[in-house]
Nanobody, 119 residues
Framework: QVQLVESGGDLVQPGGSLRLSCAVS????????MGWYRQAPGKGLEWVSG????????YYADSVKGRFTISRNINKNTLDLQMNSLKPEDTAVYYC????????????WGQGTQVTVSS
């Protein structure tokens, strides 16, 4: 069983930075991919960024490319998201995810952390 716990959400001014972290417990092997999703008020779930479990390959949504950096700390067993140049439209609850085939059986989510970008 995999458990994910996010932290680091806060209120930040436009142009500011935040670092989100997801503490991972349980066995994450090479079959897993991990990622960050977000849900803005009144909107659906949006994929933000993904990474192989060993950290070797990363992917980003166009809306965050060049501003956000995803990373995997194997030693600390965390998944992190460095967010720079934040915009009001980045305001959302951010969720950590880990999944592997078959996704119907192995698809884990954290409880979410609130990021608010406002002056």
């Amino acid at each position: 069983q995999v458990q994910l716990v996010e932290s680091g959400g806060d209120l930040v001014q436009p142009g500011g930075s935040l670092r989100l972290s997801c503490a991972v417990s349980g066995n994450i092997d090479s079959r897993y991919t991990m990622g960050w999703y977000r849900q803005a008020p009144g909107k659906g779930l949006e994929w933000v960024s993904g990474i192989y479990s060993d950290g070797s390959v990363t992917y980003y949504a166009d809306s965050v490319k060049g501003r956000f950096t995803i990373s995997r700390n194997i030693n600390k067993n965390t998944l992190d998201l460095q967010m720079n140049s934040l915009k009001p439209e980045d305001t959302a609850v951010y969720y950590c995810n880990a999944r592997r085939p078959p996704v119907s059986e192995y698809n884990y989510w954290g409880q979410g952390t609130q990021v608010t970008v406002s002056s």
